[in-house]
């Protein structure tokens, strides 16, 4: 017996989580969030640089729209820190480049 696969649009049951984005944590875990990329614009239109302040202050912020166990508060931190870095030097790169 085989089973088919259907992946064309339309045909899934449950409708894609829109701002959905995985958070990669040293270990080599990920945990789905949303709404990381919307506070990653804020911040960055807002004039905010990529430190430790900052990265408490998104932790806090995504806490309201996603379950973030207290005891992994420090992890969280550090993976959004570091997804931060990343996002702002992207946004330097391209503001370089003139996009």
Request: proline letters at 4%.
């Given at each position: 017996?085989?089973?088919?696969?259907?992946?064309?649009?339309?045909?899934?049951?449950?409708?894609?989580?829109?701002?959905?984005?995985?958070?990669?944590?040293?270990?080599?875990?990920?945990?789905?969030?949303?709404?990381?990329?919307?506070?990653?614009?804020?911040?960055?239109?807002?004039?905010?640089?990529?430190?430790?302040?900052?990265?408490?202050?998104?932790?806090?912020?995504?806490?309201?729209?996603?379950?973030?166990?207290?005891?992994?508060?420090?992890?969280?931190?550090?993976?959004?820190l570091?997804?931060?870095?990343?996002?702002?030097?992207?946004?330097?790169?391209?503001?370089?480049?003139?996009k």
């Amino acid at each position: 017996m085989s089973a088919q696969i259907n992946l064309g649009a339309g045909q899934c049951c449950t409708q894609p989580v829109k701002d959905y984005r995985l958070l990669s944590f040293p270990d080599g875990s990920q945990i789905g969030v949303v709404g990381l990329d919307e506070l990653f614009d804020d911040a960055h239109r807002d004039g905010k640089t990529p430190d430790l302040s900052v990265a408490i202050e998104l932790v806090r912020r995504l806490s309201k729209r996603n379950y973030i166990p207290s005891n992994l508060l420090e992890e969280y931190g550090d993976a959004v820190l570091r997804e931060y870095r990343k996002y702002c030097a992207g946004r330097e790169g391209a503001k370089k480049l003139g996009k």
